[in-house]
């Protein structure tokens, strides 16, 4: 194939009409994809105004004044660009939501959260929006450890473990974040939809196709003093299914709920789940980041 670009990521070899420079740490050489990404100059038909609709093996969802996109078999993302959207806002949706569909359609447990990893084994931070997560994240990668999901990532139940693919090579940080770590150097582009928000570096080293074992998934909330204890059975599941299910919507569209429920079980029964309470001030990330030390040898 000429005139794609191509990308090794979450397991799969994608083909792309669109450049994607979020991926560029992904990059690959040619050969047979196991997604293409394509640009069609049709309007997307029966794309619905809100929320997405599947139609057999095909997921179909639509953003207003930016495009449509339909997501077929796990196969194949078509994209239907609206005549004033921009590659910024395109991008967004296509490795959000249209990459997030795809991986259900797959199969795959579609995890939102943010992971770092040190030699070799990951720790997942999950939490509401506004959480901390990605903050968390920097100060750990500040510490030394090494960004291996920032929004997005398959979660693999494995045998003997949990196993996350690498999904980022950049962090969204809050400028109070980048001020405080002193990542100012560190600034790609600002954020499509938030001023004050910027895509950061997080590390040198490109990241690896190979999947990670996860050490430990950590629910982080908001509290006066840090604190982390060990969340077992039903409460675990529910914790982290709730926190880190993507576009439920979709979910539901697909009918999956079932599947994705059995890999979540799967994926807690495999791997030890944690609610890490703290502070949410810059002043005490370094002592809650001690907090999580222990998690890595679990």
């Not at 996109?69 to 395109?90: A, N």
């Not at 090494?146 to 949990?162: H, M, N, Q, T, Y």
Request: glycine letters at 10%; a negative charge.
């Amino acid at each position: 194939m000429t005139g794609l670009y191509h990308y090794r990521h979450s397991g799969l070899l994608v083909a792309s009409e669109l450049e994607l420079p979020e991926w560029a740490a992904f990059a690959c050489s040619e050969g047979e994809p196991d997604v293409r990404i394509v640009i069609s100059d049709d309007p997307c038909p029966d794309c619905p105004v809100d929320g997405s609709v599947a139609v057999g093996e095909t997921l179909r969802f639509a953003i207003e004044g930016i495009g449509g996109w339909q997501v077929e078999s796990g196969r194949i993302i078509r994209l239907h660009p609206g005549v004033t959207s921009d590659l910024p806002e395109l991008r967004l949706f296509t490795l959000g939501s249209a990459w997030g569909a795809l991986g259900y359609q797959r199969g795959f447990a579609m995890w939102h959260g943010s992971a770092v990893e040190r030699d070799g084994r990951a720790i997942l931070f999950c939490g509401d929006s506004g959480a901390g997560k990605s903050t968390m994240a920097a100060a750990l990668c500040q510490a030394g450890a090494k960004l291996v999901a920032d929004d997005l990532s398959r979660i693999e139940p494995a045998a003997g473990g949990v196993l996350i693919h690498p999904s980022s090579a950049r962090i969204k940080l809050w400028r109070e974040a980048i001020d405080h770590l002193g990542w100012q150097d560190r600034i790609l582009q600002r954020d499509y939809y938030r001023d004050d928000k910027f895509h950061c570096s997080a590390n040198g080293a490109p990241p690896t196709d190979t999947p990670i074992a996860v050490a430990a998934l950590v629910s982080l909330e908001e509290g006066e003093a840090t604190w982390l204890e060990r969340l077992h059975g039903r409460e675990a599941l529910g914790v982290t299914f709730r926190q880190t299910m993507y576009r439920p919507e979709m979910v539901d569209a697909l009918g999956l709920w079932g599947e994705q429920g059995a890999l979540a079980s799967r994926i807690v029964a495999d791997c030890p789940a944690y609610r890490l309470i703290r502070p949410k001030s810059y002043s005490t990330i370094d002592g809650v980041c001690r907090a999580v030390e222990p998690l890595w040898g679990e």
